[in-house]
């Protein structure tokens, strides 16, 4: 058939065409009704119908033919004959199953004639042969065309070869699924987030680590807020701790990327829109971290005992120095009395003189002797990180006291501004205290809960040991410097000093009156506080 010239549409079709177009089934697609409903131009007189039917429908893109009820084709038109090979005269008579390349699963030719039967029209997919043999996939649309009284008397059939976009569609998702399982199985943590902050992919690392976070968005923790525009293509990779609810501390190094795509919708057609994304990527690092550390533990240990032995000789040096000054005082209080009597030569006098000079002296070369605090920049500290040193510092002793430990960290503790080493030795003072006190209450529970929380604008320290607790009268005198109710080789400075710290920081320290199984001590430091002095 030559595609020139006009083909022959059988009368009896013609009119089952103009039956089905003024009284259309109601599920027949919008698309069918369409292609056929322009031909009218909205006009559906019969009498104007033949000849536009036959320009629109033989010039239409999509295959269409006109079957009998039994699918045998009474019209095919010119697309119908570039879509299959066959020119009209070949497929005119014979059935639409010519058309089929036999791999079309049966159940999706029983659902075709099921919805036909049931005067429904039927949209899906097959796959054809073409003349040359060749297959293509077919998407197909069928609708029946009833007579006046609601008798099926043809079929129409619209096709379209959609092979291409098939096997575009087929490689996108092969693509797809071979990106997808690269990286899910890589061992790095990776994200792409969209531009509202949303997690769109994810691989299994980080389901991983979502379910380890309990919930708490890996992303966020790891790379805070999405970025804006404007921001580098490339951030500079970071390294971060983060606190696990079940108290263990793992490192990641991150790194994070800009990208974006093309938005496909029809409204970027003409003017192309960009979608950016946010690429996150999060290697652990814990182990090699874990050696570091250990070897920075090894020297903060040696560094810590050497900072005791001097704290201990600066308590020692001090208490001597204040029990030197109590008979000091009476010395010079001595002489005052005798020196306010006498003439001016008693010999007495003149003894009690030099005893105190002398004595003043002493005062005076111990109290040099001291040893001075080291000076130390403001800095910004990691409080779960110094208590998480404290206690691997602690624990020889805490294991040998079977005392149980329960650090409950908050994850993302925000640093505060200050000096590391007095803090450390607070916390380790505190730790030590609470070893000290259920090691002596000799109790059955032997616990101690160490937790950390950002509450408003303070970060807050508890530290909860199952021992004796501090009596009422005592809770504020425990402050004193040199009171202590331990004796022996206690000078009693250490709650004066962590007091003195927590001070220096513009903290509070407290003992919580309420608290009944043993004792608790609240610390509380401002996350933002501008006053600190450097030294
Ligand atoms: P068939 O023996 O034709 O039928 C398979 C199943 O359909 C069986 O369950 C059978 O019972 C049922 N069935 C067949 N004919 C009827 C009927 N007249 N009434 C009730 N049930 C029936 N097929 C393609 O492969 N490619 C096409 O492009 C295509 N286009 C079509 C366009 C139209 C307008 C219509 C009406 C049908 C079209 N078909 C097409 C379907 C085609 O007619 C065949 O049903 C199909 O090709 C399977 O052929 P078959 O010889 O394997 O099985």
């Known amino acids: ?80 004959t570039q879509v299959t090979g066959y020119s009209q005269g070949e497929v005119v008579g014979h059935n639409e199953s010519s058309l089929s390349d036999r791999s079309t699963p049966a159940i999706v030719y029983q659902t075709l004639w099921g919805r036909l039967l049931q005067q429904k029209s039927w949209n899906g997919m097959l796959v054809n042969r073409r003349k040359n043999g060749e297959r293509y996939v077919a998407e197909l649309t069928v609708a029946p065309v009833l007579d006046s009284t609601g008798t099926t008397t043809h079929y129409l059939g619209m096709h379209r070869d959609i092979t291409e976009m098939f096997q575009l569609q087929q490689e996108l998702q092969n693509q797809k699924e071979l990106i997808g399982s690269v990286v899910d199985v890589a061992p790095a943590v990776i994200a792409v987030v969209d531009e509202g902050g949303e997690v769109v992919l994810q691989n299994r690392a980080y389901r991983n680590l979502l379910a380890e976070l309990q919930g708490r968005d890996p ?70 971290k874990r050696q570091q550390e250990e070897v920075r533990m090894n020297a903060l240990r040696a ?68 040893p001075q605090e080291v000076q130390e920049p403001l800095l910004p500290v990691n409080l779960n990180q110094l ?57 059955v529970h032997r616990e101690l809960h160490i937790a950390s929380r950002v509450e408003g604008e303070f970060i807050v320290l508890q530290f909860e040991d199952s021992g004796p607790g501090i009596a009422p009268e005592l809770r504020f005198k425990v402050f004193e410097p040199f009171f202590t109710t331990k004796g022996g080789k206690h000078a009693g400075m250490g709650l004066a000093i962590a007091q003195d710290v927590v ?33």
């Open 219 to 288: 992303a966020q923790l790891l790379f805070g807020a999405p970025r804006k525009d404007g921001a580098e293509a490339v951030a500079p990779a970071r390294e971060l701790r983060l606190d696990f609810p079940d108290g263990s501390t793992r490192w990641f190094v991150c790194l994070l990327s800009r990208f974006s795509t093309r938005d496909g919708s029809a409204d970027a057609y003409f003017t192309a829109r960009e979608v950016p994304y946010q690429l996150l990527v999060a290697h652990e690092v814990t182990e090699i």
């Open 387 to 443: 208590i998480h040193e404290v206690l691997l510092v602690s624990t020889p002793r805490l294991l040998a006291e079977s005392i149980v430990i329960d650090w409950q960290p908050q994850t993302d503790l925000p640093t505060i501004s200050g000096r590391e080493r007095r803090l450390r030795n607070l916390l380790k003072q505190l730790t030590d205290n609470a070893i000290e006190a259920v090691a002596e209450g000799g109790g």
């Open 303 to 370: 560094l810590m005992a050497e900072e005791a032995l001097g704290r201990g000789l600066r308590e020692t040096l001090t208490g001597a120095l204040h029990q030197m000054q109590r008979p000091l005082n009476l010395l010079n209080a001595a002489v005052g009395m005798l020196e306010r009597r006498s003439d001016g030569d008693d010999s007495l006098l003149a003894v009690l003189r030099q005893v105190r000079d002398e004595g003043s002296a002493a005062v005076e070369t111990l109290r040099a002797s001291v």
């Open 503 to 535: 001070n220096q920081h513009a903290g509070t320290l407290e003992i919580d009156p309420a608290y009944r199984d043993g004792c608790r001590i609240c610390l509380r430091f401002p996350l933002h506080s501008d006053n600190l002095q450097e030294e």
């Open 1 to 80: 058939m030559s595609q020139s010239k006009q083909p022959e549409l059988p009368l009896e079709a013609l009119e089952a065409v103009e039956r089905f177009l003024s009284a259309p089934a109601p599920e027949v697609p919008a698309a069918v009704l369409q292609l056929l409903g322009i031909a009218l131009h909205g006009n559906r007189r019969p009498g104007l119908m033949p000849r536009l039917f036959m320009e629109a429908v033989e010039q239409a893109p999509v295959a269409i033919s006109i079957t009998d009820t039994a699918a045998n084709i009474l019209y095919a038109n010119a697309a119908f």
